[in-house]
């Protein structure tokens, strides 16, 4: 039975309409036309559901909506149902408290972006959101990240996001994870045991961890495409972004400085202060980081902290011979 009879039903019961020609002359139709309306056997077009939610005091959308349901096949009718809730959640908010309409201003928002097949996200919702992708993921999740200190002890990501990795790998999720050390972070210890410690809790989440030194991975032109095509796409300087089950791409656009705590001296944490959800078909084939799984030579396994450390003082090295004076890296050269 079609949805609309209801509102059918309901506009007789309202006016005490006693036969199809009295709904038909109310309608402003035929006779016939009211009796496939009340039967089930014809749904309303526009025009017609204007007229119906006006004599009910309903807002035309929900008829329209319900109409558009009705035709729908089977398959596509959830979709519409979704939208009619939607609709009806907007036009019913309450004024307090502030909460709800402001949720409710945030949907539609998210519905208006989701035309261009993109949302942003700013502030505190731009590290929350990626928790609920991770929820919502099957398959796959590769990462790139060459901004990693969010996975710190106290910083943003930690400990909801790495929660909510933990939870997708118990439900059988493959997560991949490229942590990128640049030079001048090589040569701190501080940053080489924060390193450590990033590495170590996501390998005890069950994440696939991996690092490779930037100096290095730039000698790859796959790595070099994909960085300009990360900034092509508006990715902030120091890339953060993942790849969920090869369908939608997160990427953060902007970071930030905040202070934490409010007595004595506060805490300057970093966090991503503007972050962009896509999953436009082009955008996934250009920014997807798999094949940097597949560079052995420069993408290394993290195995430890003596392994890593050992990498880490022969990179140390190299980077100190090609920074010494021209004269001793021609002599290396040679």
């Known amino acids: ?87 009806d959640v907007m036009l019913h908010v309450p004024t307090h408290p502030r909460y709800l309409p402001r949720k409710v201003e945030a949907i539609g928002r998210e519905l208006r972006q989701m035309e261009g097949h993109s949302l942003l996200y700013e502030n505190g919702a731009a590290v929350t959101e990626p928790v609920r992708l991770m929820e919502t993921t099957e398959r796959t999740v590769d990462a790139l990240m060459e ?10 990501l930690y400990p909801n996001y ?19 050390i640049s030079a001048d972070q090589a040569t701190s210890d501080q940053t080489a045991d924060d390193a450590v410690e990033v590495m170590e809790d996501q390998r005890r989440s069950g994440v696939e961890i991996f690092y490779a030194f930037r100096e290095e991975i730039l000698n790859s032109v796959t790595y070099q495409r994909l960085v300009q095509a990360y900034k092509r796409h508006g990715s902030a300087s120091e890339i953060n972004a993942a790849m969920f089950d090869n369908e939608i791409m997160v990427m953060a656009k902007a970071y930030e400085s905040v202070p934490l705590g409010m007595t004595g001296i506060p805490k300057m944490v970093t966090r991503i202060s503007q972050l962009e959800i896509t999953w436009k ?54």
């Open 162 to 180: 790495l929660l909510a990795n933990q939870e997708a790998v118990r439900r059988g999720v493959t997560i991949r994870r490229l942590l990128v």
């Open 281 to 334: 078909h082009d955008v996934i084939e250009e920014l997807n980081p798999a094949p940097l799984f597949d560079m052995t030579r420069y993408v290394r396994d993290y195995a430890g902290k003596k392994p890593f450390l050992t990498d880490l003082a022969r990179f140390r090295r190299e980077a100190h011979l090609m920074k010494g004076p021209p004269s001793r890296r021609d002599e290396c050269r040679g």
């Open 1 to 87: 039975m079609l949805e609309i009879t209801r509102y059918i039903e309901e506009l007789k019961d309202r006016l005490h309409l006693k036969s199809d020609y009295a709904l038909a002359h109310k309608l402003g139709i035929t006779q016939p036309e009211a009796n496939h309306l009340r039967r089930g056997l014809k749904i309303p077009k526009e025009e017609l559901c204007i007229r119906i939610a006006k004599l009910l005091g309903k807002n035309p959308v929900e008829l329209m909506l319900v109409a558009q349901k009705d035709r729908a096949p089977d398959e596509a009718k959830e979709y519409w149902t979704l939208a009619r809730t939607a609709v």
């Open 147 to 156: 901004y990693w200190n969010f996975w710190k002890q106290g910083a943003p």
